[in-house]
């Protein structure tokens, strides 16, 4: 079973939203974190956040702040990401991951969606 | 704000040499919580260490990490062609967590 699946590709317009989907297998979200990175085209792996959701604590790197929020609906075991005022700079492939114990990060990742952003 | 310095940027091998890679931290890592990731184009990243020394399910243990403190290393005891990817470190014992900038493994 797939740890976690992701919603699809998006192609929105700058100064638009976006929001991203990350489905965990199970539908539980347990005491996992979810973490959310980025990876432009090209370049490396960009730490954007995470939630606990058992815990209802977010915490965003400062980069985003203000303009991303995660949410975690424990009754469906989904969490989502969402990205406000995109640039294109924010065409990106959006990870999520989730942890396996308090020990680890990013244990088992998502597929990526690919955000593209256009005018 | 803990910031990951990867080096070399590149590592030119051949298959059955051994690599090691460097992640530096600025400052000490807390509970030595440092990740390493293998990603291959057109894939997600896979968890190959995590707690710098711990193997991920699955890993063949040609892979090992060491380290403590600010210094952390990846070792890839001798090289699969399956091996030659991007690698990268993470440090998630203190907010916010971090990833270095990669290192490059390539075939010489």
């Known amino acids: 079973q797939v740890p976690l699946v992701q919603s699809g590709a998006e192609v929105k317009k700058p100064g638009s939203s976006v929001r991203v989907s990350c489905k965990t297998s199970?539908?539980?979200?347990?005491?996992?974190?979810i973490s959310w990175v980025r990876q432009a085209p090209g370049q490396g792996l960009e730490w954007m956040g995470r939630?606990?959701?058992?815990?209802?604590?977010?915490d965003y790197a400062q980069k985003f702040q203000g303009r991303v929020t995660f949410i975690a609906d424990k009754a469906t075991g989904i969490a989502y990401m969402e990205l406000n005022s995109l640039t294109s700079e924010d065409t990106a492939l959006y990870y999520c991951?989730?942890?396996?114990?308090?020990?680890?990060?990013?244990?088992?990742w998502g597929q990526g969606t690919l955000v593209t952003v256009s005018s | 704000e803990i910031v990951l310095t990867q080096s070399p940027g590149t590592l030119s091998l051949s298959p059955g040499d051994r690599a090691t890679l460097s992640c530096r931290a600025s400052?000490?890592?807390?509970?030595?919580?440092v990740g390493w990731y293998q990603q291959k184009p057109g894939q997600a990243p896979r968890l190959l260490i995590y707690?710098?020394?711990t193997r991920a399910t699955g890993i063949p243990d040609r892979f090992s990490g060491s380290g403590s403190g600010t210094d952390f290393t990846l070792t890839i005891s001798r090289l699969e062609p399956e091996d030659f990817a991007v690698y990268y470190c993470?440090?998630?014992?203190?907010?916010?967590?971090?990833f270095g900038q990669g290192t490059k493994v390539e075939i010489k």
């Open positions: 991951a989730r942890s396996l114990s308090t020990q680890t990060s990013c244990y088992f």
């Open positions: 199970g539908g539980t979200f347990r005491s996992y974190t």
């Open positions: 939630i606990i959701p058992i815990l209802d604590e977010t």
């Open positions: 400052q000490s890592v807390i509970n030595n919580f």
């Open positions: 707690g710098a020394s």
């Open positions: 993470d440090q998630y014992g203190s907010s916010p967590w971090a």
